[in-house]
C-alpha cells in the first residue's frame, strides 16, 4: 500500500457521460498530480494542486477538470466522455511544491473504460 | 520542452542475468532528475531508483543501479541477478525543479521479460 488512495479501481460507463475520479494523497503531502496512461500516448501529465490551487496544467481537455479539497484530497471530473478516454488514470501525491528530489508517490489507478 | 525515449519496447533476459534498460532526455537545464519507475501487472507505478543530475556518483539500490552520462543525456538502467518478479515496465522519466508544477516527463516504457 502506496498511502496515495485512488476509487473506484475500475468505472466502465458509456460514451457522453460524466464521472469523478477520487484520490486521497499520502499522510502529509500537499501537493497531488493526475497523470492519464493510455495505450498509444503512454503517462500524460494532466494537472497538478498544491495545497488546494491549481499549480500547473498539462495535457488536459477543457472536457476535463479538478479539484482539491480543504481536507487535501482531490478529485477528477471528466465528461461528455468518448471512447478515447478509455485509460488508466494515475493520481500521485508529493510533499513539497519544488525542489523535490525524490519522484511521486502513485496511487494503483482508476480503470476507466468508456463503451 | 523536455523529452524521454526509451528506444527498447521490450527486453527478455533470462532469470540470474543482468539487463540493462536504455533512456536518453533532452534538455537545456544542468539541474534536474531522473527516475526509473516500475509498474509490474499490478499497474502500481513503484519508484525503482533516483538521480540527482549534480551528482556525479551513480544510483545504486540494491540489484539496480544506473549509468547516468550527463552529457551523453542517457541514463541506463541495469537489473542484476534478475528475478521473476522483476518482470514488468519500466519508465525513465526526467523531472526540472524549476518547471511548473514540477511534473514528471515519462519515457514510452520498455517491458522486461524474464525467463526462468
Known amino acids: 500500500d502506496s498511502g496515495v488512495t485512488q476509487t473506484p479501481k475500475h468505472l466502465i460507463t458509456a460514451t457522453g457521460q460524466r464521472v469523478t475520479l477520487r484520490c486521497s494523497p499520502r499522510s502529509g503531502d500537499l501537493s497531488v498530480y493526475w497523470y492519464q496512461q493510455s495505450l498509444d500516448q503512454g503517462l500524460q501529465f494532466l494537472i497538478q494542486y498544491y495545497n488546494g490551487e491549481e499549480r500547473a496544467k498539462g495535457n488536459i481537455l477543457e472536457r476535463f477538470s479538478a479539484q482539491q479539497f480543504p481536507d487535501l484530497h482531490s478529485e477528477l471530473n471528466l465528461s461528455s466522455l468518448e471512447l478515447g478516454d478509455s485509460a488508466l488514470y494515475f493520481c500521485a501525491s508529493s510533499s513539497g511544491l519544488q525542489g523535490g528530489r525524490y519522484g511521486y508517490t502513485f496511487g494503483s489507478g482508476t480503470r476507466l473504460t468508456v463503451v | 520542452a523536455q523529452t524521454v525515449t526509451q528506444s527498447q519496447p521490450e527486453m527478455s533476459v533470462q532469470e540470474a542475468e543482468t539487463v540493462t534498460l536504455s533512456c536518453t532526455y533532452d534538455?537545456?537545464?544542468?539541474?534536474?532528475?531522473l527516475f526509473w519507475y516500475k509498474q509490474p501487472p499490478s499497474r502500481q507505478m513503484i519508484l525503482v531508483i533516483r538521480q540527482e543530475a549534480y551528482k556525479q556518483q551513480n544510483a545504486t539500490e540494491n540489484r539496480f543501479s544506473v549509468n547516468f552520462q550527463k552529457a551523453a543525456k542517457s541514463f541506463s538502467l541495469k537489473i542484476s541477478d534478475s528475478q521473476l518478479g522483476d518482470a514488468a515496465m519500466y519508465f525513465c522519466a526526467y523531472r526540472s525543479p524549476r518547471a511548473a508544477g514540477n511534473k514528471l516527463t515519462f519515457g514510452g516504457g520498455t517491458r522486461v521479460l524474464v525467463k526462468p
Open positions: 534538455t537545456s537545464e544542468s539541474d534536474y532528475y
